[in-house]
């Protein structure tokens, strides 16, 4: 299996407050990604890495930030969290483009 | 623009065949499979690229028509094991600071 972790795996956070979700890989790959999966929508892409400090926004980035200081990890903030951020998010990393995506586990964040 | 997989939801028995197509509004460089257990994470198949040729491993399989702009996976004669959600995901180019478009993806459910 690839290595790639997420943490937290599980959080419940009220409606206002930062939370900061992390993605942290021991694959070296260049490519790092952030996806959020709710019914009906798929995976949709919040915002991605392709290199150490290079990011750029997806699909559905309002609300959400990111930073990649270091190869191996890759912090999703939301600066503010609302209920409709609650949802599972998926981090993904690839070594090259064009090739096979690994996934970590998924984060099932809820905000209340 | 998240790519369309057809259909939304299928239900087969055990034995049968069954088509999955994902279509793109743009040209396509790459396109990827991936299926997800219930609770999982989602997990590589296959990947085709342009100009590349029909893939397949054991009774998967997978097309890519680059002038349809457009792939479909193929999963013969299905087993129990099959079920889940699939999610094509595509690429456009090969530039460094491109990423993966998934799909909504397509419910797949094998009955005995």
């Known amino acids: 299996d690839a290595g790639i972790t997420q943490s937290p795996r599980h959080k419940v956070t009220e409606t206002g407050t930062p939370v900061t979700l992390r993605c942290h890989q021991t694959?070296?790959?260049?490519?790092m990604y952030w996806y959020r999966q709710d019914p009906g929508h798929g995976l949709r892409l919040i915002h991605y890495?392709?290199?150490?400090?290079?990011?750029d926004k997806g699909e559905v980035s309002d609300g959400y930030s990111v930073s990649r200081s270091k190869t191996e990890d890759f912090l999703l903030t939301l600066e503010s969290a609302t209920s409709s951020q609650t949802s599972v998010y998926f981090c993904?990393?690839?070594?090259?483009?064009?090739?096979?995506?690994?996934f970590g586990q998924g984060t099932r964040l809820t905000v209340v | 623009q998240q790519p369309v997989q057809s259909p939304q939801a299928v239900i087969l028995r055990e034995g049968e065949d069954a088509v999955i197509n994902c279509s793109s509004s743009k040209a396509l460089y790459s396109v990827h499979w991936y299926r997800q257990k219930h609770g999982e994470a989602p997990v590589f198949l296959m990947i085709l690229l342009k100009g590349g040729e029909q893939k397949g491993h054991e009774k998967i399989s997978a097309s890519f028509n680059e002038k349809k702009q457009q792939s479909s996976l193929y999963l013969t004669a299905s087993q129990l094991s099959y079920s889940g959600t699939y999610f094509c995901g595509t690429e456009w180019s090969m530039n460094r600071d491109d990423k993966i478009i998934f799909g909504k993806g397509t419910r797949l459910h094998i009955l005995p």
């Open positions: 890495s392709y290199g150490v400090k290079d990011t």
């Open positions: 694959e070296n790959h260049r490519y």
């Open positions: 993904a990393i690839t070594g090259a483009m064009n090739t096979e995506a690994f």
